[in-house]
């Protein structure tokens, strides 16, 4: 296809968002994404994740199931606006499966009986093609079908080799390091949620003890920090409650910022 300045199209109004949420066990991600506009539940972890109810496909017990749930999403009438899927890192085995059943399709005489035993990483690199085909599904439904997605996922701490400075820990995406790159290089937002704590330091006798202290005051972070990563393309505020209310009226008022400045 020939291109050509006559091809250029000005994108000035935000698709619906396409959303990592991860944090510790029971923060309320799924309350969170529950939340959203008409949302339907692709469930991986086989629970009743919002504590309200929601219209879910039957658990997922291989990739195809996913995959066959947003086909279903895609080619059939319906009102939902919203795609959840929970979660990644529940999500990852079904990845790993399919990938070790299409090498093992591929290559009978040298099949794998874990995603390791490809040797040298070269399985979890294989893993990123079926990676790329669950990410094309949700572009698919985002820009055709104008569906939000949130994908929820669980919180790790590991250590982080910076170039800058010495290795220390944070929270990051229970993910495969090679699918977490990937998993946030594709998404609109990747957002770490959690409980504010602060730190207080007390003399007892000859020592000096730290405690972490907080009133249960649940925050969501959309900027990274040493401490966790995080990101948005929407100029969000640093930090937010946790609640999807907080969240759509911070993006419309960041749209709505944006529109102004233009007009100016």
Same mark, same amino acid.
């Given at each position: 296809?020939?291109?050509?300045?006559?091809?250029?199209?000005?994108?000035?109004?935000?698709?619906?968002?396409?959303?990592?949420?991860? =944090?510790?066990?029971?923060? =309320?991600?799924?309350?969170?994404?529950?939340?959203?506009?008409?949302?339907?539940?692709?469930?991986?972890?086989?629970?009743?994740?919002?504590?309200?109810?929601?219209?879910?496909?039957?658990?997922?017990? =291989?990739?195809?199931?996913?995959?066959?749930?947003?086909?279903?999403?895609?080619?059939?009438?319906?009102?939902?606006?919203?795609?959840?899927?929970?979660?990644?890192?529940?999500?990852?085995?079904?990845?790993?499966?399919?990938?070790?059943?299409?090498?093992?399709?591929?290559?009978?005489?040298?099949?794998?009986?874990?995603?390791?035993?490809?040797?040298?990483?070269?399985?979890?690199?294989?893993?990123?093609?079926?990676?790329?085909?669950y990410?094309?599904?949700?572009?698919a439904?985002?820009?055709?079908?104008?569906?939000?997605?949130?994908?929820?996922?669980?919180?790790?701490v590991?250590?982080?080799?910076?170039?800058e400075?010495?290795?220390?820990?944070?929270?990051?995406?229970?993910?495969?390091?090679?699918?977490?790159?990937?998993v946030?290089?594709?998404?609109?937002?990747?957002?770490?949620?959690?409980?504010?704590?602060?730190?207080?330091?007390?003399?007892?006798?000859?020592?000096?003890?730290?405690?972490?202290?907080?009133?249960?005051?649940?925050?969501?972070?959309?900027?990274?920090?040493?401490?966790?990563?995080?990101?948005?393309?929407?100029?969000?505020?640093?930090?937010?409650?946790?609640?999807?209310?907080?969240?759509?009226?911070?993006?419309?008022?960041?749209?709505?910022?944006?529109?102004?400045?233009?007009a100016?």
């Open positions: 296809m020939a291109i050509s300045l006559s091809s250029l199209n000005r994108l000035s109004v935000p698709k619906p968002p396409r959303i990592v949420i991860y =944090g510790p066990h029971g923060i =309320g991600k799924n309350s969170f994404a529950g939340s959203a506009p008409r949302p339907v539940l692709i469930n991986i972890e086989d629970g009743h994740p919002t504590g309200q109810p929601i219209d879910a496909f039957p658990k997922a017990e =291989g990739f195809q199931d996913v995959m066959d749930a947003m086909a279903a999403l895609y080619a059939e009438k319906h009102d939902f606006e919203t795609l959840v899927v929970d979660s990644l890192d529940w999500l990852e085995p079904l990845v790993w499966a399919e990938t070790i059943r299409r090498n093992n399709a591929a290559n009978p005489s040298k099949p794998w009986a874990s995603i390791e035993d490809a040797g040298y990483g070269r399985g979890f690199v294989a893993t990123l093609d079926v990676w790329r085909e990410l094309d599904a949700i572009n439904l985002r820009n055709d079908k104008g569906m939000a997605v949130i994908q929820t996922a669980h919180a790790e590991k250590r982080f080799d910076s170039p400075t010495e290795p220390f820990d944070r929270y990051q995406i229970k993910l495969h390091k090679l699918a977490s790159a990937l946030q290089e594709h998404a609109d937002m990747v957002l770490f949620a959690n409980f504010k704590t602060s730190v207080t330091r007390t003399d007892v006798g000859m020592k000096k003890v730290v405690r972490g202290v907080g009133a249960g005051t649940r925050a969501l972070y959309t900027e990274e920090r040493p401490a966790f990563l995080a990101k948005n393309r929407h100029n969000l505020p640093a930090e937010l409650p946790l609640s999807w209310e907080a969240l759509a009226s911070a993006m419309a008022a960041s749209s709505e910022a944006a529109r102004t400045s233009e100016a």
